[in-house]
């Protein structure tokens, strides 16, 4: 089902527009922290805010996205040029300035055309200044710049020079302090250099975008996170809107929008009317506004989930992340309550792309280990290829199922920090074979399958991902599976889907705590689709 | 002309050449600024000043009637930048700097503009 999408050997305009659209937003993500570190050339406290600004506008520039790579870059250029804010904007926007004539008269660029392309950008940047100060962005600029064209000139694709200027923009940025006395005073990295490695590694997550997927910020999915570490939001959602309704005037708009939420900002510019708002009900931030005119433009984002990345970014004395795949409320709880760092979205009939996995890992990157849970089969692959992207030292734990995944996670949980990685790889890899996966579900058609002849909407049992039972009532297909299994085991954990009813879970409770009374029995709400029920038989 | 601070254990006195040499280094040291140049012809023609003398590009100035320094950089701007963010970038800069080190309150910071550099990057 998953089909990860091979990497792109060139830049066309439209993958360089998917890539700053990327960077923008893991720019505007991490704006906050950016502005915390600034302390020079004017500790104002900006940085980010007129970086991200700077990007908005380069972005906003571009006319047609799909259009050839030195069109996009021109345009790119011209945008960050006039909407250039702050030291490091102007920075910023010499550097896509200098990258526009790098590829000038090119209708798409390879790794190495795009690297020397990179440098040209960075030459621009200290060509426009008298004394080019070290420890800066134009330092992280510099390093990630000649990093990338190493590795271009070694024969590196483009995926691998993304990385190899984002791990050379990573370690320049560690050094600032050394090279700049103001930020080792205040015991902080340079705020451009930072919003510079936000961009590459934005960036980068743009690259690994499958193709075919809007181009546009998709609206954040929720992630759950640690109940402990959340940070109350009364209004998380980051709405920005842009109208086009030109008969009313702002400040009537911001009194009627005033009553979804805080942080309201309503800027009209000419035809165009441009809307901000921090609410708990973009739905009705979108009804209000649609009553004025077309929309043009829309994003939300949950500022919740920001902040918990920030949360679990200071959590980074933990050497090893273990980040496993779930679909249904009650198994991602159930993941999360067993040590998990975070769970990535998805399951049967929705794998996670590979943008979703590698956006996770790259928050963790400064772990010893990121471990991935892929849980399915399908996903497996996918989270190869994240091991591939990553600038993490990232291993698959090749799960296939739930099941495996818990008892990946468990034979780890209470001791995980005394372990070195190896071990814990080890520890989970064993684990798996351990434990027996039992699944419930139906079929989608008629079909043979094993031997047994399938018609659509049968319940059929799963052991450990063979066919083995066909029924007509999950439960009775459970227990049917339970039976066929060898009672060499001690612990029973069943977890029911989001199609299971109430009494469907009582019924099924009174059934094995009957049949098997000398198991260890626990019966969860799983909340997954499809699968009726899945059960770990330890 | 000099800047006094009045302090009782003695007072401190600060030339204008220190608080231009101040706001020549801070001028400088902005993004986008590829030279200084001298304040008036009779110093020089439009010829970039050295790091020695970038004392030479800024004139500095404490008008009776207005509290605080007002502060005159001339300078040269790489080709290709957002000039007037580079000046803004200068306006705080400078006040900046020169407000921290010296303790008084500059109230104004003029940028003039007096030529570009360009740069070929192809090369």
Known sequence: MTDPTPAPTEITGELLHRMLVAALSNLRSHCEEINALNVYPVPDGDTGTNMVATLESAVEHVSVPDAEVSEVAGEVSIGSLMGARGNSGVILSQLLRGFASGVQDMDKCSPVEAAAAMNSGVKAAYSAVMRPVEGTILTVAREAGSAGEEDAARGGDLVSVARASLNA????????????????????????????????????????????????????????????????????????????????PGAERGAALDEFGDSLIVINEGQLTKVHIHTADPLAVLKCCLQWGELVDAQVQNMKH???????????????????????????????????????????????????????????????????????????????????????????????????????????????????????????????????????????????????????????????????????????????????????RSHLTIFWGSMVSESAVQKLQRDVDGRYGDLQIEVLFGGQDHYHFIAALR | MTHHIDSNVGDITLSDSLVANLAGIATTECYGVAGMVARNIQDGISAALGQDNLARGVGVRAPTDEEGLVITVNIIVGYGVNIAEVARNIREKVRYVVGHCTGIPVSRVDVHVRGVKVTSIDD
């Open chain 1, 169 to 248: 923009a990573r370690e320049a940025l560690e050094r600032t302090p050394e090279m700049l006395d103001v930020l080792k005073e205040a015991g902080v990295v340079d705020a451009g250099g930072c919003g510079l490695v936000c961009i590459l590694k934005g960036a980068l997550i743009g690259l690994a975008r499958g193709a075919g997927e809007p181009e546009r910020e998709a609206v954040r999915k929720e992630v759950p996170g640690r109940e402990s570490a959340e940070v109350a939001l009364d209004n998380p959602y980051d709405v920005v809107l842009l109208l086009d309704a030109p008969n009313e």
């Open chain 1, 306 to 488: 920001q902040s918990l990345g920030q949360v679990a970014d200071q959590q980074d004395e933990n050497p090893v992340a273990i980040i496993p795949t779930a679909a249904g409320p009650g198994l991602r709880e159930t993941f999360m309550r067993l040590g998990a760092t975070r769970v990535v979205e998805g399951g049967p009939t929705m794998n996670p792309s590979t943008e979703d996995i590698l956006g996770a890992v790259e928050e963790y990157v400064q772990c010893d280990r990121i471990f991935l849970l892929p849980n399915n089969p399908n996903v497996i692959l996918t989270c190869e290829q994240v091991q591939k992207l990553s600038s993490g030292n990232v291993s698959v734990v090749a799960t296939e199922n739930i099941p495996q995944g818990l008892a990946a996670l468990m034979a780890v949980s209470d001791k995980r920090d005394e372990l070195s990685p190896e071990e814990v790889h080890s520890r989970m890899s064993k684990s798996v074979r351990r434990v027996k996966a039992l699944e419930v579900t139906h079929a989608v058609d008629d079909r043979n399958y094993s031997g047994l002849s399938l018609s659509r909407g049968d319940i059929i049992g799963f052991a450990d991902g063979e066919l083995a039972v066909v029924g007509d009532s999950p439960v009775q297909v459970l227990l049917d599976l339970l039976d066929k299994c060898e009672d060499s």
